[in-house]
């Protein structure tokens, strides 16, 4: 509903006649003024019902900020009892971790000293093992060293006899040698 305003548009006109504008013109002119502020210009009422539907506005704003407020307090509380729920199972499960932790941990140095323990077991019985072993390698060397000193030995008299035959022979055919040699010096001494 268009609110009329206090516009004189005798005087406007009339100013703008004595300003050299055709009196049509002017009064073109100020209707088209009049309608202008009428339609575009706010009055002071229109400014208070603007301003008294935005106070109502706030208020209905105010009234929801506070009602979204209370909700959040009452969801806060609600995830506070939640997480206090959460972090009360959470302790109970490490608790329940812990004491598995430290079964497992428990069966496992049980596991690892029985390993042990067989481990010194094997190491003992292969270390006997090996004693063993060196003994009787110790043995067969010992006999094997006998052995060839025997056949060491018998090598040497074999050795020896053999020298001594090659020997006699060497003296037999070194004899016969200078027996030939000074019937060879004979003869020569006699054709000479």
Known sequence: MPQTTAFDTYTYVKKLKDSGVDERQAAIQAEALVTLIEDRLATKRDLAEVDAGLRRDIKELDVKIE?????????????DVKIESVRTE?????????????????????????????????????????????????????SVRAEL?????????????????????????????????????AALVKLL
């Open 149 to 185: 000193k025997r056949d060491i030995k018998e090598l040497d008299t074999k050795v020896e006899v053999r020298l001594k035959e090659l020997e006699q022979r060497m003296v037999i055919k070194l004899g016969s040698l200078m027996v030939v040699a000074v019937g060879v010096v």
């Open 67 to 79: 009602s979204v407020r209370a909700e959040l307090k009452r969801d806060i509380k609600e995830l």
């Open 90 to 142: 959470l302790r109970r499960d490490i608790k329940e971790l812990d004491v598995k932790i430290e079964s497992v941990r428990t069966e496992l140095n049980a596991k690892v000293e029985s390993v042990r323990m067989e481990l010194n077991a094997k190491i003992e019985s292969v270390r006997t093992e090996l004693k063993r072993d060196i003994k009787e390698l110790d043995a067969k060397i010992e």
